[in-house]
């Protein structure tokens, strides 16, 4: 495969012209998407080779989310663009009560595949209606996939795979990555769905991180290991369904568990891990499991108030230190 | 029938001073020092100052996320509005909102929801709680033409309409959301027809001419206040700059946005109060001068105020908690 150095927005607008090449079923639509390429620029260029494959609607994002629940009913596979996950509140009923339980009112007979693309996460400074973490808002929704690359590499290979996936799946992307360069293939490939990926391996403790902590997480593994502390670090990639069985493997071995997110902490991400290894592998621990996380309250605006409710490395560099020392 | 010379005097003055301030955010966006999106008022400050003078401070405003200039002039101290933006400790919110959260329930300016169409359906609540406890005030929802896709704006006239609740629509009709032309996401040749199919008083308006604004929406509160209902009001006017500060909105031709500067608000009142109501050249120069001193003045208070105290982001979830939770 021919690598080069692209950007996490160029990797999935990459995606998105490979599989529109491939498939005449799909399509994009949203605010923005079309003419003017969306509004962080990742849809661009489709428009242009598809005008009547590419749809700018209005601020309208039910019927966004509606229209292509039923346009994949029919066989289509619509590529939706939330402008940001936020906006989501709005469409909550068309992709919850409907998308994600139509296979299952059809006795298996009918498939939603679908795929919303939904910028995530904080650190851009927009405050609480365009920062939130939305992953726990679905995770509780069974029906629905959720993926959640960290890097550019991962974003091409899931999205192309989600596309291709049968069923509703919400693509979350983090505001933070679009400009953030990696190596990607130039031809098309598929990265795995329901499948964590092992970052890094260790033996001491182990941090399962999503999206934006994942680069944390390595940063805080650098430092550990200048310690002495030897830290396996786990991305699961596919929220939910969840690939367990390497979370689990992964803490029977290390007996020790960080899990790192962004979001608050009441019943977010991390409180299910948390919950899985407690119930799967608890005879293996041999420290309580800590979380860290975004403080339980709204994302506020000001850089200096925004990076004090976000975790830092040094955050997930303590947790390591304080299960390790338990 | 024009408005008073003294009047048409305090809106040119007004409107200045949007200009002036945004120009000022606009520069203070585009070189970094502040944060997040900045989505400035330029060239609809007609619109934005006409309305609020049309309406009691008691009334409940709710501005929309290009809402500096309606923030400056609900009568909150205009420098703790700037400070907001500018995300400090000293803004009206503690710098938790930032430009697009300007709320300041002391003069009833009920802040913007991030989530276009939101504020539409809240102020079915505000305009209730009038009616419920028997005073006159009015909700006032200043809105975009591609706001009005949102499901909710139809929820929200719906019952408006039916329950004949004081809500006035200010559709401000700058042509675009973000880089959509309003023909072409919605059927209607004016947005104000869309009112038609609730049996909703609308009207169009020349949205840079100030006094056909503030005509127009004293009508509209007027009936409201009388108990008769909702309005819809489109307000037709353009937005000079990108969708935010440093959008280079490609997608919209240059001759058009010449074309509406030609039309400028602000020019148009100046020409009104020297030609028509006959006011020395000098009235207007040393309101244009003041102006400049009071956003400069507004602008140092900004850059040598503090940081929020981080503790600061941990208040105010719920009553009666402390900091943590
Ligand atoms: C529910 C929702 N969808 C989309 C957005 C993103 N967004 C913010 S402003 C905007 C365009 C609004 O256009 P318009 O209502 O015409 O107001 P204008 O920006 O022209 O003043 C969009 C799409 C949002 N904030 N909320
Ligand atoms: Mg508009």
Redo the contacts between chains.
Sequence with gaps: MSMRKISFGKAINEALHQEMERDDSVFIIGEDVAKMGGDFGVTRGIWQKWPDRAKDTALSESAIIGLASGAAVCGLRPVAELMFADFIGVAFDQLVNNAAKLRYMFNGEVSCPMVVRAPTGSGIRTAYHHSQSVEPWFMNVPGLVIVAPSTPYEAKGLLIASIRNEDPVIFLEHKSFYSIKGDVPEESYEVELFKAEVKREGRDVTIVATMSMVALAEKAAEKLAEEGISVEIIDPRTLFPLDKDTINRSVAKTGRLVIAQEGPKVMGFGAEIAAMVVEDVFEYLKAPVKRVTTMDVPIPFSPVLEDYVVPTDVDITEACKAVVEF | MALLKERLLDLYYKMVLIREFEEVMDIYAKNGTI???VHLGIGQEASQAGIVDALKETDYKYPDHRGHGVSILCGTDRKLVMAEIF???T?ING????S??INDIKVRNMGF?????STTVTALGTAFASVYKGNKDVSVIFMGD???????CHESINMAATWKLPVLYCVINNQY????HYR???PQKQLATWADGYGVPNEVVDGNDVEAVVEATERAVERARNGDGPTLIEYMTYRWQGHFAGDPA??RPDEELQEWKNKCPVKRTKARLLDVHGFPEKILSDIEKKVVDEVQSMLKFCLESP??D?K???KH?YAGFGEE?
């Design positions: 944060p997040g999106f995300g400090k400790g803004g710098g938790r909102g930032g697009m959260h929801n991030g989530i276009q169409g591609g706001t009005l896709g949102e499901g909710a959301a973000i880089s959509t072409e996401s919605h490609a997608y940081e929020p981080t600061e982001a941990l979830v939770i």
